[in-house]
C-alpha cells in the first residue's frame, strides 16, 4: 500500500516534479521571521483591538500577512502590527500590588454616595 | 522553588480553573498543564495545516467555478486555523520552527483522518460534512477551554468552520438527488469515510489515558464517547434526509437513551493508522516536507530583503 512504496493508492500524489532541495534545516532556527502582535479596527470609531500574532519578515509584509489571515472576512478597516519584542507587560505575579489601590477606592465610584430618592438629572 | 510554594501555586491554579478564570500566557501554570497544552494544540495545528493535503487534491478537479472557488476558501482558511494554532503554542513557549519539524520527523501525530485518501469528488462532500462536522463538535466545548489563547482561537475557528460543514452538506445533497451514478458516488464516499470520522473522537473513554486530568484541567470539556454520541445522534436524521445510508447494520434508535446504538469501532485499524501505517501517512508528511523546503528560498529572499530595506532607512 502506499505507506510503503511512496505512492498514495488513489494516486493523489501527482505534482512529484517538484525538485528536492536538501537543508540542514538546524541551521536555521535564528533565521526565524520575527513574531508580530496584530490589532485591528473593526469599524469607523473604534479603537484597534488584539486579535492574534503572526511571524513576517518585515513590517509591510505583516501587514500584508494580517489581512489576508484577520481579515478575510471584512473584520476590519485597519491593521497595526507590532513586533512582539517591543511589547512591555506588566508581570501577573506583580497584579495584586499594581492594582490594589484602585481597590480600597471605592468613592471613585457614583454607586459611592447617598442621594435622596427621587432626584433626577444626577 | 521549595515544595510548599509550588503546592501552594498548585492550589490556587486549580482554584482559578475552578471557578472558570483563564489562564493567560504569563501566569504560573504548572508544567504537565504547558506541556499538554503543547501537545495538544500543536496536534491541533497540525491536523488543520495537514487536513489541506486531500481537499488541496480536489481543487484542480472542481466540478464547477462556484465549487471550486467555495473550496478554495475552506482550504484557505484551514491554513489560518493552523497560523492560530502554531501562535497559541507559541504563547506557551513552543518554538515554532521545532514544533513543525517535529511533524516532519513523525515525532508530532495529527488526525489519522487525513492519512485516507479522498478518492472522488464526492470526498469533498463527505468531508465538509462528516470531518469539518467532528471537528467543529470538538471544538465548540474548546471556546471555554480555560486556557486564553486556545479558546479564541477556538472561536475564531469555529466562526469559520460554520460554513465549511453546509458546503460539505451540500455537495452531498446534490450528488444525492443526481444521477444514480452521482447517488452511488456519495454513498460510496460516506461507506469509506464513516468509520474514520468516528474515530476522530480519539479512543473509547476507558482506553482514554489523559482524560480525567485534562477534564480537571478544562482543556478538555467533555469525554470522548461523548463526542461521539452527540455526533452520530446528529449526523443519522441529516443522512436520512438526503437518501443515504449509514454504512452500520448495527445502527439502532434507543428510546431509553435517546440516542443510537452503533456498531463496534475497528480499534486496530485506528491505532494501524496513528501508529503512521494508514494508506497515505507518507504521503501527507512528505507533502508537507517538501514544501517546507521548496519553500525556503522564499523565506530566505524574504530575509534578505528585509535586511536590505533596514540598512537603507538607517543610512
Ligand atoms: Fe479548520
Ligand atoms: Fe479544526
Ligand atoms: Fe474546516
Redesign the pocket.
Known sequence: MGARSGKCICGEAKNEKSILIKKDFSKMANNEWPLWEVFIRSKQGLSHKHVGSLRAPDAEMAVENARDVYTRRSEGISIWVVESNNIHASHPSEADSLFEPAHSKVYRHPTFYDVPDGISHM | MLEANINELERRFQEKIDNDQKIEPNDWMPDNYRQTLIRQISQ?AH??IVGMLPEGNWITRAPNLRRKAVLLAKVQDEAG?GLYLYSATETLGADREETIDDLHSGKAKYSSIFNYPTLSWADMGVIGWLVDGA?IMN?VPLCRCSYGPYARAMVR?CKE?SFHQRQGYEIMMTLAKGTPEQKAMAQDALNRFWWPSLMMFGPNDAESTHTAQSMAWKIKRSTNDELRQQMVDITVPQAELIGLTIPDPDLKWNEEKQGYDYGEIDWDEFWSVVKGNGPCNKERVDARRKAKENGEWVREAANAYAAKQKMKKAS
Open positions: 491541533h491536523s488543520e486555523h471537528a471544538q475557528v468552520e
